[in-house]
C-alpha cells in the first residue's frame, strides 16, 4: 500500500542520499530552535508521536501491515513506565526501558497470533487485541481506571540529569526521538529491512527464495512494538501521567492518520503527519466535538485523493525518496 | 452456587442468559451486515457502528419530529440510512475499487469519525431516551422468571431478520447472481447484471441491517452519539471468529458470543469485556481463518 516508487534509476541512489542528509539536518536544527518558538511542551509531546507514528509506519509502510491497535503498545508502555517511576522508584531511562519491553513482549505475543493472517484480517485482530489491552488496563489495579496514574516523578536519568529541569527534559526528549527515528531509518535500510520490503511487493516469492518471511514479519512487528512503547514510556515521563487515552482506540487511529497525512513509505512523513495533527488537535481544540469531525474529513480526503501524503507527494516531484 | 467466590442466584443468571441473548442479537444483526459488505465489496465497513447509532437517531427523529411511532421507524430507518449507505458507496467507495482494500477500511474509519463527531457536537455524550412501544410493553411470567415482551421481541425479531437474510442469500437467484458476483464479477456482468448497480445495493442493505440494529435498541439502551463505538469492536472481534464473509458463521457466532459473554457476567464478572477477545485469540490459534471462513 506504500505509494512509495518501488524501484528508482541507480544514479538517483547518490541524490537520494545527499537528500536524506540534507532532510535529516534539517530536522535535527528545527527541533534544535522548536521550543524557542513553541510551546515546548507542546513540541515534546508531538515528538513522541511523532516516534510512535514512524513505528507504526515501520508496519504500514515497509512490511505493508495495517495493525489498527498500536496504540496498545503506546498504553502499555505508558502505564508500565509511570509504574515503575512512581510506585517502584526506578529513574527514568530505566523505567522507560522496561515500559518499552513490555510493549515488546506484548507485541511478540499478539503478532505471533495476528501475522498468521493479513491484509483486513490483520487489521480487524489488531483492533480486537488493543481492545483487549484496554479493558485490561480499565480492570487491572495498578492503571487506576479512569483516573489513570498521576504526578509520575521525573527523576535523575541515569542518576546525573534532572528531568525536572524542563530545558533538559527537552534535550533528553529529543535524543530518545532521534534515537528512534535512526533506529527505524537503520533498519529499514539493512539486509533484514530489505527482505521485509521484498515480503511487502510479494511474500510467496520471498518464500520460495528460502526465507521464512512470517519470522521477518514476526520481528518486524516486534520491534515497531517496541518502538511504539519507547515513545509511549518517554510521554509518561513527559507528560507525567499515563492514562486511558493512550490505549484507546481513538488513539489507534490518530497514529494511521498522522502516518497516512504525512506520508506512508517515507521516513519523514510520520513526523510530518503527527506534528500537523497534534497541532490541528491543539489549535482546534476550543471547537470540541468538531476536531473528530475534521480529522474525519483529511481521513477522507487522504485516502480519496492524497494517498501519498506530504512527504511522499513532496518526493515524487522531487523523484528522491524521502 | 458459589463459584469463584461469587454466590450465584438462578435468577441472576437467567436475567444474565436473557441480557447475553440480547446483546447477541444485536451482535448477529451487525456481524450480518458486515459479512454481506464483506462478501460483496471485500472491505470492512469500519462506519458500521456510526450507520447503527444514526438508524438508533433515525427512530428518535421520526419520533420527535415527524411523529411516527416506533413502527413506522422500524421500516423508515433503516431505509433512510441504507440510502445514504448507497449514497456513500458510490460517492466514495466506488472510486477506491482496484486499490489495495486497506484503503477502503481507512474511508470508512474517517466516515465513522465525521458521523460520530457530527452528533457528538449537537447531542453531547448523553443519551435521548426512547419509550418501549405500548404493544410491547409489559412481561410475560415464565414461572421461574419474568420476559419483558420488549426483550423477546427482539430476539426474535433479530432471529428472524437473520435467517431471512441467509435464506435469501443461500436459496435465491438474487442470492445466486450475489454470490456468482463475488467469486467473478466480470463473467456476472457479461450475463447481463448490472453489477456495479448490486455493490451498491449490497452495501445499502447491510448498512440498513445495522440501522435496523439501532432502531431494536432504541428503547433497551439510550440513544446516544457514542452507542455505535462502544459495540462495533467486539462486533469485529465476533466477524473474526466467525470467519470473515460467512453468513451462518456470522449469525450463529454473534448469538453465541451473546451468550457466553452473558454468564460469563455472571461467573467471572472481571472478565466480561475481554471474553470475547480471548476467545477471539483462541479460535485464531487454532484456525486462522475464523470458525466458518474459507482460508484467507
Avoid at chain 2, 62 to 84: D, E, Q
Wanted: hydrophobic share 60%.
Amino acid at each position: 500500500m506504500s505509494a512509495e516508487a518501488a524501484a528508482l534509476p541507480a544514479d538517483t541512489s547518490e541524490r537520494n542520499r545527499r537528500a536524506n542528509l540534507v532532510a535529516f539536518g534539517v530536522m535535527v536544527a528545527l527541533i534544535a530552535i522548536a521550543p524557542f518558538i513553541a510551546y515546548p511542551f507542546f513540541i515534546m509531546q508531538a515528538l513522541c508521536f511523532a516516534l510512535f507514528a514512524c513505528a507504526f509506519n515501520l508496519l504500514i509502510g515497509y512490511v505493508n501491515l495495517l495493525s489498527l491497535g498500536h496504540a496498545m503498545f503506546l498504553g502499555l508502555a505508558s502505564y508500565v513506565c509511570a509504574h515503575a517511576a512512581k510506585v517502584w522508584g526506578f529513574e527514568p531511562v530505566s523505567a522507560i526501558v522496561l515500559g518499552a519491553a513490555a510493549s515488546a513482549a506484548l507485541g511478540l505475543v499478539t503478532g505471533a497470533l495476528a501475522i498468521r493472517s493479513s491484509g483486513i484480517y490483520f487489521a480487524m485482530i489488531t483492533v480486537a487485541f488493543s481492545q483487549m489491552v484496554f479493558f485490561f488496563c480499565v480492570e487491572a489495579p495498578f492503571t487506576h481506571g479512569e483516573d489513570g496514574i498521576q504526578g509520575v516523578p521525573q527523576g535523575k536519568a541515569v542518576g546525573l540529569f534532572d528531568l525536572s529541569n524542563p530545558w533538559i527534559l527537552y534535550v533528553f526528549v529529543a535524543v530518545v526521538f532521534l534515537f528512534g527515528f535512526l533506529a527505524v531509518q537503520r533498519i529499514v535500510n539493512s539486509p533484514f529491512g530489505e527482505i521485509l520490503k521484498a515480503i511487502r511487493e510479494n511474500e510467496p516469492r520471498v518464500v520460495s527464495l528460502g526465507y521464512r518471511a512470517m519470522q521477518y514479519k514476526l520481528a518486524a512487528f516486534t520491534l515497531s512494538a517496541a518502538l511504539a512503547g519507547l515513545a509511549g514510556a518517554t510521554k509518561a515521563i513527559v507528560a507525567q501521567n499515563a492514562s486511558l487515552t493512550d490505549v484507546s482506540f481513538a488513539m489507534s487511529g490518530e497514529v494511521v492518520l498522522m502516518t497516512l497525512v504525512g506520508g506512508m513509505g517515507t521516513f519523514y512523513g510520520p513526523v510530518i503527519g503527527a506534528l500537523v495533527v497534534v497541532s490541528m488537535q491543539n489549535y482546534l481544540a476550543q471547537f470540541g466535538e468538531w476536531v473528530t469531525v475534521i480529522q474525519g474529513v483529511v481521513f477522507v480526503a487522504c485516502v480519496l485523493a492524497f494517498r501519498r501524503g506530504i512527504v511522499g507527494e513532496l518526493a515524487a516531484r522531487a523523484k528522491i525518496s524521502l | 452456587m458459589n463459584l469463584f467466590g461469587h454466590v450465584i442466584t438462578w435468577p441472576q443468571l437467567y436475567g444474565q442468559l436473557l441480557i447475553g441473548l440480547i446483546n447477541g442479537s444485536f451482535y448477529a444483526l451487525l456481524s450480518l451486515g458486515l459479512a454481506v459488505i464483506f462478501g460483496m465489496l471485500t472491505i470492512v465497513n469500519f462506519a458500521h457502528g456510526a450507520f447503527y447509532m444514526m438508524g438508533a437517531f433515525a427512530a428518535y427523529f421520526l419520533l420527535v419530529l415527524g411523529g411516527l411511532n416506533y413502527w413506522w421507524a422500524l421500516v423508515l430507518s433503516p431505509l433512510a440510512i441504507g440510502a445514504i449507505g448507497a449514497v456513500v458507496e458510490r460517492l466514495f467507495l466506488k472510486r477506491l475499487v482496484g486499490f489495495d482494500p486497506l484503503y477502503s477500511l481507512l474511508l470508512t474509519f474517517g466516515l465513522a469519525l465525521i458521523f460520530q463527531g457530527l452528533f457528538q457536537n449537537y447531542f453531547g455524550a448523553s443519551g435521548m431516551p426512547y419509550a418501549i412501544p405500548k404493544q410491547l410493553s409489559g412481561a410475560y411470567n415464565l414461572g421461574f422468571m419474568f420476559l419483558p415482551v420488549y426483550r423477546a421481541w427482539v430476539i426474535v425479531a433479530s432471529m428472524v431478520v437473520c435467517f431471512g437474510t441467509w435464506l435469501v442469500i443461500e436459496k435465491t437467484k438474487l442470492g445466486a447472481y450475489l454470490r456468482a458476483a463475488t467469486e467473478n464479477p466480470t463473467m456476472v456482468r457479461a450475463f447481463g447484471v448490472n453489477v456495479p448497480r448490486m455493490v451498491t445495493l449490497t452495501y445499502g442493505f447491510g448498512v440498513a441491517l445495522a440501522a435496523l440494529a439501532g432502531v431494536l435498541a432504541a428503547p433497551i439502551n439510550q440513544v446516544r452519539p457514542g452507542m455505535g463505538a462502544d459495540i462495533i469492536v467486539v462486533v469485529f472481534a465476533v466477524v473474526v471468529i466467525g470467519g470473515m464473509g460467512s453468513i451462518l458463521g456470522s449469525i450463529l457466532t454473534g448469538f453465541v458470543l451473546g451468550v457466553i459473554e452473558g454468564l460469563t457476567k455472571v461467573f467471572y464478572p472481571e472478565a466480561s469485556n475481554t471474553v470475547v477477545f480471548v476467545i477471539m485469540a483462541i479460535v485464531l490459534l487454532i484456525r486462522p481463518s475464523g470458525l466458518f471462513g474459507r482460508a484467507a
